[in-house]
C-alpha cells in the first residue's frame, strides 16, 4: 500500500521558534491528514487536505498539500510549550472510511 | 458527549495468557479502527469494520490476534497466547461515514498500555 515519508523524526527549538514537517510520498495522494499526539496521550485530528495547492490555517498552524499532491507540510508560528508533542500525517489510500497510513511522526520538543 | 471508550487502560501479563482489549465507539459512528502503536514501528493500522463488519485485518500481526465487533457500540481486540513482543499500546478509533468521496477524521481513545512479561 502507500507510505508516506515524514521528516525530520525530531525537532528541538526554542519557545517562541518556528517549526515545520514533511510528509512526502512517491504516489500521488487523495487526501492528507494531519494529527497531533500529547506525551502520554491518544491521536488527535488537526486538519484535512485534500485539492491539490491547498493552505489551511488554523491560528499558528500552516497546512499545506503540495501542487502534485505528493507532499505535504505543517508548519507552527512561533512555537509554545503547548505545542509539545509528535505530530504525525496520515494517509488514505482508499476512500471512504478506510483505515489510515501514519507517518512516523515528528516529535516537538521546546526549550523554554 | 463521551468519546471513544477503552478498556483497560493498562494491562500487565504473563506470555501465554490470553488477553482482551475493549472498546466502545462513539454513539452514531460507523466505522472502528483497532491501531497499535510501538517506538520501532509507529502506529500501524490493525483492523477495521464498518457497520460492524470487518472489511480489512491484513494488518492483524499473526492468527493470535482476533477481532470482534458483535454490535455497533462494542468490539474487541484479543490476543492468545500473548507474548512480550505483543507489548505495545493499542488504540481504538472511530469515525462516522458521511459522504462517500470524503475520508472521515478519526477519533481516537485513551488506549491501552499492554506489557507482556
Known amino acids: 500500500g502507500q507510505q508516506v515519508m515524514q521528516i525530520p523524526q525530531y525537532q528541538h527549538v526554542q519557545e517562541g521558534e518556528d517549526f515545520t514537517t514533511y510528509c512526502n510520498s512517491s504516489?500521488?495522494?487523495?487526501?492528507i491528514q494531519w494529527y497531533k499526539q500529547r506525551p502520554g496521550g491518544h491521536p488527535v485530528f488537526l486538519i484535512q487536505?485534500?485539492?491539490?495547492?491547498e493552505v489551511k490555517k488554523q491560528k499558528r498552524l500552516t497546512f499545506q498539500f503540495g501542487e502534485a499532491k505528493k507532499n505535504s507540510s505543517l508548519h507552527i508560528t512561533a512555537t509554545q510549550t503547548t505545542d509539545v508533542g509528535t505530530y504525525f500525517c496520515?494517509?488514505?489510500?482508499?476512500?471512504?472510511?478506510?483505515?489510515?497510513?501514519f507517518g512516523k511522526g515528528t516529535h516537538l520538543i521546546i526549550q523554554p | 458527549d463521551a468519546g471513544v471508550i477503552q478498556s483497560p487502560r493498562h494491562e500487565v501479563t504473563e506470555m501465554g495468557q490470553e488477553v482482551t482489549l475493549r472498546c466502545k465507539p462513539i454513539?452514531?459512528?460507523?466505522?472502528l479502527f483497532w491501531y497499535r502503536q510501538t517506538m520501532m514501528r509507529g502506529l500501524e493500522l490493525l483492523i477495521y469494520?464498518?457497520?460492524?463488519?470487518?472489511?480489512?485485518d491484513s494488518g492483524m500481526p499473526e492468527d493470535r490476534f482476533s477481532a470482534k465487533m458483535p454490535n455497533a457500540s462494542f468490539s474487541t481486540l484479543k490476543i492468545q497466547p500473548s507474548e512480550p513482543r505483543d507489548s505495545a499500546v493499542y488504540f481504538c478509533?472511530?469515525?462516522?461515514?458521511?459522504?462517500?468521496?470524503?475520508?472521515?477524521?478519526?477519533?481516537f481513545g485513551p488506549g491501552t498500555r499492554l506489557t507482556v512479561t
Open positions: 478509533a472511530s469515525s462516522l461515514l458521511a459522504y462517500s468521496n470524503r475520508v472521515a477524521e478519526q477519533y
Open positions: 504516489t500521488t495522494l487523495s487526501n
Open positions: 487536505l485534500v485539492k491539490s495547492g
Open positions: 496520515a494517509l488514505c489510500s482508499g476512500g471512504g472510511a478506510d483505515g489510515l497510513t
Open positions: 454513539s452514531g459512528h460507523n466505522s
Open positions: 469494520f464498518n457497520n460492524n463488519v470487518p472489511i480489512d
